[in-house]
C-alpha cells in the first residue's frame, strides 16, 4: 500500500486453497480513527485485492464508475471469486452505488439500480416519487458468510436486500403488501407498515449463527433476529 493510501475496509475469503484480501483504501490526511460511516467520500483512493502469498496489492478498478467513491468491501467468508463495495456515483455523488465483482469478467458492474424507469428495486416509501428518495450515504453492507448471492444494504433511513446477488432488490423495512414492484408509480401520501426493521440508520448488521442476526442502530440502540431476520426485539 502507498505511503498516500491507507486501508479504510478489509474483507476476506478463502477456498481451495485460496485466501483472497480486498481493501479499499483513503487519504490517510483525511481518514477518521477508528473508521466511521460518515467518513469523507472524497477521501476515496481505490479498491484492491491480495491474494496471501503474493508481494503486493493489485488495484481492482476495470468497471467502476467514472467518479465513482467508495468507502466498504464485504465478501463471504467462503466464496473467492465474488465482492461487493458501496458508495456514491455520478456526478456530485448524486447516486447510491454498490458494485459487484466477478471474477469471470473481471470486473464490478452496477447491481443496485435505483433510476425510475428500469431499476432493479422492489420499493417501500424510499424511491423516485416516493416520500423520500434514495439516500446517496451508505451506511452498511453485510454478506451472509456462506452465501454471497445474499446481501444486505442500510443507508440513512432504509435497508435493501438481495438474494440473487444483486439482481433483484426488496425494501426490507417496509409491509410485503405495500411494496412497488420496479419501475412502477410510488405515492407521496401512501400510509406504510413497517416489518419490524424500523425505519432508523443501522450502523453495523452481523450473524451471529445460521439464524441470528444482531444489528446496531442510530436511535434505537439495537435488535436482534433469532430467526433470519423474520422477526426482531
Not at 70 to 91: E, F, P
Amino acid at each position: 500500500i502507498p505511503a498516500s493510501e491507507a486501508i479504510y475496509s478489509l474483507a476476506g475469503a478463502s477456498n481451495g486453497g485460496v485466501t483472497r484480501l480486498w481493501a479499499v483504501t483513503a487519504d490517510p490526511t483525511t481518514m477518521q480513527t477508528p473508521p466511521q460511516p460518515n467518513q469523507p467520500y472524497s477521501s476515496f483512493r481505490k479498491v484492491s485485492s491480495l491474494d496471501v502469498g503474493q508481494a503486493s496489492w493489485t488495484p481492482m478498478m476495470p468497471g467502476l464508475p467514472a467518479g465513482a467513491a467508495v468507502l466498504v468491501v464485504r465478501t463471504s467468508v467462503d466464496d473467492v471469486s465474488t465482492a461487493y463495495i458501496a458508495g456514491q456515483s455520478g456526478a456530485g455523488g448524486a447516486n447510491e452505488y454498490v458494485g459487484k465483482w466477478s471474477a469471470a469478467t473481471g470486473s464490478w458492474s452496477s447491481v443496485f439500480v435505483t433510476s425510475k424507469l428500469g431499476n432493479n428495486v422492489t420499493s417501500g416509501w424510499v424511491g423516485p416519487g416516493g416520500q423520500v428518495s434514495y439516500c446517496t450515504n451508505v451506511k452498511g453492507l453485510a454478506v451472509d458468510p456462506h452465501a454471497a448471492s445474499r446481501v444486505m444494504l442500510t443507508d440513512c433511513f432504509a435497508a435493501h436486500v438481495t438474494q440473487d446477488g444483486g439482481g433483484n432488490w426488496t425494501a426490507a423495512y417496509v409491509d410485503p403488501s405495500q411494496r412497488h414492484a420496479p419501475g412502477t408509480a410510488m405515492s407521496s401520501t401512501q400510509s406504510y407498515s413497517n416489518t419490524g426493521l424500523n425505519d432508523s440508520v443501522a450502523w453495523a448488521i452481523a450473524w451471529t449463527g445460521p439464524q441470528k442476526i444482531f444489528a446496531g442502530f442510530d436511535d434505537i440502540t439495537a435488535q436482534r433476529s433469532l430467526d433470519g431476520g423474520q422477526s426482531f426485539s
